[in-house]
């Protein structure tokens, strides 16, 4: 079946503009969750809904970052005012808690921000 | 903080030969341990996952053993071949929160030659 998906793949902003990173996750997965992978580092962990629901976005490093999932499915995650150290990979991920009670979280592509 | 730490940064193997990562944790309360491989511009895939109540599981080639006492888990590939090169990150998280968010270790970067 079809993974995780995002969109765009590749993201140029210019510093102070808004971008806006969508996450198609995996059918039926009622978890998502954003990450946010630095060149040459592990992926760190932004924020986490359940269906609609965001239940954790003590990873957000500012305001600036917004994240929203408004029907429980596809995700947008948007930075306002973008700076240079935003550049990064954004990660989706999505895991289903009702199969096996497991935690396998499966990741989607990234999409790679690059901020001038 | 940094919850995981893994080693080594880096690792070059022969072909056939046995690759070995260790990590080390720090949250006694962290209840999932997987790995993950990640080739460059690609998503990270899950690899091997092990939880606290045994100690080893092994999947093909691929191994994790796991110290509880230690808090200190590895990960061994076996007859490592050059299509394993790549990115491996291992990973905690704690189920009983209400998230399961994964804390990720700083990465192995893995060469296997011909």
Redesign the interface.
């Known amino acids: 079946g079809a993974g995780?998906s995002q969109s765009p793949r590749y993201k140029v902003a210019k510093r102070g503009q808004d971008v806006a990173l969508r996450c198609d996750p995996i059918s039926g997965h009622v978890?998502l969750?954003w990450?946010q992978q630095a060149l040459?580092?592990?992926?760190?962990?932004l924020t986490?809904f359940?269906n609609e629901a965001q239940?954790?976005k003590s990873?957000l490093p500012s305001d600036r970052f917004f994240a929203e999932r408004p029907e429980g499915s596809v995700s947008t995650l948007k930075i306002q005012r973008t700076q240079q150290e935003d550049s990064a990979v954004y990660?989706c991920?999505s895991?289903s808690?009702e199969t096996t009670g497991?935690?396998?979280?499966?990741?989607?592509?990234?999409t790679r921000l690059t901020v001038t | 903080q940094q919850q995981v730490k893994?080693s080594p940064q880096s690792l070059i193997v022969q072909k056939g030969g046995i690759s070995i990562i260790n990590c080390a944790y720090e949250n006694t309360a962290f209840d999932?341990f997987?790995w993950?491989q990640q080739f460059p511009?690609?998503?990270?895939?899950?690899l091997i996952?092990i939880r606290p109540d045994v100690s080893e599981k092994k999947e093909g080639r691929f191994t994790i053993s796991f110290n509880k006492s230690a808090k200190q888990f590895s990960l061994h590939i076996m007859d490592s071949q050059p299509g394993d090169s790549a990115t491996y990150?291992c990973?905690a998280?704690r189920?009983s929160s209400?998230?399961?968010?994964?804390?990720?270790?700083?990465?192995t970067t893995l060469q296997v030659k011909p």
Request: proline fraction near 8%; glycine fraction near 20%.
């Open positions: 995780v978890s969750f990450y040459g580092q592990g992926p760190e962990f986490y359940q239940l954790d990873g990660l991920a895991s808690v497991s935690y396998e979280q499966y990741f989607g592509p990234g | 893994q999932y997987p993950y511009g690609k998503g990270p895939a899950l996952a990150f990973a998280s189920g209400n998230t399961g968010k994964l804390i990720f270790g700083q990465g």
